[in-house]
């Protein structure tokens, strides 16, 4: 740690490190130093992101637009080295470094309809400001990241290929995933259907991606690694999969995963009042659909996860994995139930539905 402080700048003496944040991906630390202010840094983890640099390229991309067409807006980016380089690299790891946003906190869980519209207003805030630039010009950080036909190939090859003995052990469940097809189908259709644009997309809209100020309103949106070309269906839906549930993936009681309706509203409200005017008709008229997608993509991954021994995410305990997948099949089963709410939500706003 002492070579990568040096790198930025820094005499190592004067600073401590502390663990901080909750993400599956990356190790992160808060950098604290008298006087100087504090930092965040980060170790990438290059087996998920497997060039740092197509990362780096993308937010040059990025500040580029910013800066010519709305300087205004505050996106925190990596600070650069001393010789002027995004990231160090020592014995093949890669470390990051940016400004802790002073006054700032994130939370890890969406407790009030306030918050969940906050963040939604930023997501949609972000991708509007980059409604004129050209979203094909992004690195694809991680191919095939939220493209559903890739995830359901991906399934059926663990289904052939994994391990052996979960496969034996968890055929109903398998079943059970393979029930969902119908929402790769509508997948299909939207990827050959031209009223669907590729947008900037953050592609992680969880609540702990935004920084919110003392009087708990958003700052701005972190975490930019994912921000890919995409469609909107990605950050509305991780939106609905992540905020209306009390309970989150992580939930091994699923009595406790129900759909609180209030956060449906503040979720479109904040989400559509910046992104209404760069969606089409038709694709607003799939913002349920957001939920179902994302939510089934992700039951999706983690099920393929647990079939392949756990590589991706790994496990703190035995079967996490298809605990936290057979969570998402019941946060969805939930979530269809509240389609009549959500169509008269969108009605209320007098978008199509
Ligand atoms: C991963 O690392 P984290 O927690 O920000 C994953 C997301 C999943 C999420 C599930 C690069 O995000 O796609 O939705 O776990 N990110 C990557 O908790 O795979
Ligand atoms: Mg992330």
Redesign the pocket.
């Given at each position: 740690m002492q070579e990568v402080l040096h790198s930025f700048g820094f005499d190592p003496e004067q600073f401590e490190l502390s663990p901080l944040g909750s993400?599956?991906?990356h190790q992160t630390w808060l950098v604290k130093a008298g006087g100087v202010g504090s930092y965040v840094l980060q170790e990438v983890n290059t087996s998920?992101f497997k060039k740092p640099g197509d990362i780096a390229a993308n937010m040059d991309l990025l500040e580029q637009h910013l800066r010519e067409f709305h300087p205004a807006y505050f996106l925190p980016l990596p600070i650069k080295t001393l010789t002027g380089k995004p990231f160090v690299q020592l014995k093949g790891e890669t470390f990051r470094m940016f400004h802790f946003v002073r006054n700032s906190h994130a939370f890890t869980r969406c407790e009030t309809p306030q918050q969940a519209y906050e963040a939604a207003r930023q997501f949609g805030n972000f991708t509007a400001a980059f409604s004129h630039f050209n979203a094909e010009k992004l690195n694809l950080t991680?191919p095939g990241f939220h493209d559903l036909s890739h995830r359901w190939a991906q399934f059926q090859y663990a289904i052939k290929n994994g391990s052996k003995e979960r496969l034996k052990k968890n055929q109903n469940d398998i079943d059970l995933f393979s029930k969902g097809y119908s929402i790769v189908e509508t997948f299909e259709l939207i990827k050959s259907d031209k009223d669907f644009k590729q947008h900037v997309i953050h592609h992680?809209t969880?609540i702990s991606n935004i920084l919110f100020d003392d009087m708990d309103k958003g700052i701005c949106v972190i975490?930019l690694d994912?921000v890919m070309p995409g469609y909107f269906i990605s950050d509305l839906g991780d939106m609905m999969r992540t905020y209306l549930s009390p309970a989150d993936?992580e939930e091994k009681d699923f009595s406790k995963i129900s759909i609180r309706t209030e956060y449906v509203e503040a979720i479109l409200k904040g989400y559509l009042e910046k992104m209404s005017v760069c969606l089409s008709e038709k694709e607003i008229r799939y913002c349920f659909y957001s939920g179902e997608f994302m939510i089934y993509m992700?039951a999706l991954r983690f099920m393929t996860d647990h079939l392949n021994n756990d590589q991706y995410y790994g496990a703190r305990y035995e079967n996490h994995n298809l605990v936290r997948a057979l969570n998402q099949i019941c946060l969805l089963e939930q979530y269809r139930k509240i389609k009549p709410e959500f169509q008269s939500v969108m009605a209320s706003f007098g978008s199509p539905s």
């Open positions: 993400g599956l991906i998920v991680i992680d969880k975490d994912t993936e992700q």
